[in-house]
T-cell receptor
Framework: DSGVTQTPKHLITATGQRVTLRCSPRSGDLSVYWYQQSLDQGLQFLIQYYNGEERAKGNILERFSAQQFPDLHSELNLSSLELGDSALYFC???????????????FGPGTRLLVL | DAKTTQPTSMDCAEGRAANLPCNHSTISGNEYVYWYRQIHSQGPQYIIHGLKNNETNEMASLIITEDRKSSTLILPHATLRDTAVYYCIVPYKLTFGKGTLLTVNP
């Protein structure tokens, strides 16, 4: 158990809909990262927040957005969903600030999203 | 941007050492090398990281070449439960490639 929690574990929805994925970091960790993993694909970095502020941005679509709240939990919002958005979405947390050179990340169990 | 190159797959016999190589020839002087693994569709698990010196913990050993252009993750006594995809990454821009699928055979 990494100490990172994600809800829900599974999500089934229809195209065009909007969903929200939730992540609670390990106690004391200020950084939260979101990743997408499609079938047979590597982990694609989406976005990172550090202490409520956006710190780094990866291949995140404009239909996707995220935020980190004062209690440090984070939510990833996916809108206008398409079939291709079906994937595993992982959240990770780190005590590191995200300057890039040293970031030990602890991953949650993921949310499996299926868009029909 | 530092990028890493790993073999697509490797096999190892149970009880033997598994040596997983990684090339990171464009790594900068202050960038760490990290190793994670992902068992089936579970969340990736942190294994070990290093900068210049060799490192060892309860899970594995990390050998980094003197020029820092490559490293090797060593699982000293591989078990069937070590079958997983192993990722070598340099955190800048947080790029995970396809990793190496290590299959431990009985």
């Amino acid at each position: 158990d990494s100490g990172v929690t994600q809800t829900p574990k599974h999500l089934i929805t229809a195209t065009g809909q909007r969903v929200t994925l939730r992540c609670s970091p390990r106690s004391g960790d200020l950084s939260v990262y979101w990743y997408q993993q499609s079938l047979d694909q590597g982990l694609q970095f989406l976005i990172q927040y550090y202490n409520g502020e956006e710190r780094a941005k990866g291949n995140i679509l404009e239909r996707f957005s995220a935020q980190q709240f004062p209690d440090l939990h984070s939510e990833l919002n996916l809108s206008s969903l398409e079939l291709g958005d079906s994937a595993l979405y992982f959240c990770a947390s780190s005590v590191d600030s995200g300057q890039g050179v040293k970031e030990t990340q602890y991953f949650g169990p993921g949310t499996r999203l299926l868009v029909l | 941007d530092a990028k890493t190159t790993q073999p697509t797959s490797m096999d190892c016999a149970e009880g033997r050492a598994a040596n997983l190589p990684c090339n990171h020839s464009t790594i900068s002087g202050n960038e760490y090398v990290y190793w994670y693994r992902q068992i089936h569709s579970q969340g990736p698990q942190y294994i070990i990281h290093g900068l210049k010196n060799n490192e060892t913990n309860e899970m594995a050993s990390l050998i980094i070449t003197e020029d820092r252009k490559s490293s090797t993750l060593i699982l000293p006594h591989a078990t069937l439960r070590d079958t997983a995809v192993y990722y070598c990454i340099v955190p800048y821009k947080l790029t995970f490639g396809k990793g190496t699928l290590l299959t431990v055979n009985p």
